[in-house]
């Protein structure tokens, strides 16, 4: 089987040499690789595009991140995913059951089976623009704290990171009010995450109820503008009361559509992750999108 990788020598902090550890554990796991290195944001879907016509499979080596990007690069063709998680987090891989250890997440590769999800799609109706996802959309806080966070203090300080970049995010940050548009009805939230998958940063879920190939966005929308609900919601997520708090709300639907009126700036949101634009922005589900390999 001739696989393509591509592969995030940044992911995970930067450790060296991880593209030709992976490399060389899915030859001896016994597939034929033609290797890509990225270089910078955006790289994953070019590589992948000029690799998809001369493979069988395509692994994605690194992070969430690097998986959204390949993902992108492969829609319309019938190549499946691998996976081989070497990020700080890696939320797909958990949802799937795929081994965090890269040997043991190769030979998941080679044993070739497949299990067909659907994707998000994020367009941008003022730009054009879009992106698919297969694990969440979000708007809020978690956003902008994305964008403001810093790469050096990822690496270091990994998970930890995200929690500090939040919160002076928060304080330092007005909360938008967002209007979603779902069908014909109309929600004011502060936060929405449109979620393909359960998971959202490690083992626990935002869209605690979402299933990957059901046709439907879970979308869950929280109205809080407050340090301390804001607070409340964001600790109980771990065992899962953010979904009982009294500024939540959340259905299932194939689309929706937000802006935001109040904003004093650009109000940005991300897939998968990574920033990938500014409000407004429409999503919508793409049923049976993506074929991904699996340990069952």
């Given at each position: 089987m001739r696989a393509g990788l591509v592969f995030n020598s940044a992911a995970g902090g930067g450790r060296r040499g991880t593209g030709e550890k992976v490399q060389r554990y899915l030859e001896e796991a016994g597939l034929t690789v033609e290797a890509a290195p990225t270089r910078g944001p955006g790289d994953a879907i070019q590589l992948t595009q000029d690799l998809a016509d001369r493979v069988d499979v395509m692994v994605a080596a690194g992070g969430d991140g690097t998986v959204n990007e390949v993902i992108n690069?492969?829609?319309?063709?019938?190549?499946?995913?691998?996976l081989v998680p070497t990020g700080t987090v890696n939320v797909l891989a958990l949802e799937l059951g795929i081994p965090l250890d890269p040997v043991g997440a190769a030979e998941v590769v080679a044993r070739g089976i497949t299990r067909t999800l659907d994707l998000g799609l994020a367009r941008q109706p003022e730009t054009g623009d879009s992106r698919y996802f297969v694990l969440m959309a979000g708007v809020g806080i978690d956003a902008l704290t994305i964008k403001e966070l810093d790469v050096g203090l990822k690496n270091r300080f990994r998970r930890a990171a995200f929690v500090w970049t939040g919160v002076k995010a928060?304080?330092?940050?007005?909360?938008?009010?967002?209007?979603?548009?779902?069908?014909?009805k109309r929600h004011e939230a502060n936060l929405v995450v449109a979620g393909n998958c359960r998971y959202y940063g490690g083992r626990f879920g935002i869209t605690t109820r979402a299933v990957p190939n059901d046709g439907l966005l879970d979308v869950l929308m929280f109205e809080g503008r407050g340090f301390l609900r804001n607070a409340a919601f964001w600790l109980g997520t771990p065992l899962g009361l953010h979904v009982r708090h009294p500024g939540?709300?959340?259905?299932?639907?194939?689309?929706?559509s937000i802006r935001a009126d109040d904003a004093n700036g650009p109000v940005w949101f991300h897939t998968d992750g990574e920033l990938a634009g500014r409000l407004p922005v429409e999503i919508e589900i793409k049923e049976n999108a993506l074929r991904v390999l699996?340990?069952?």
């Open positions: 690069g492969l829609v319309g063709s019938d190549v499946p995913l691998g928060f304080l330092r940050n007005p909360s938008p009010l967002l209007q979603v548009e779902i069908g014909e939540t709300s959340y259905v299932q639907e194939r689309s929706l699996v340990p069952e």
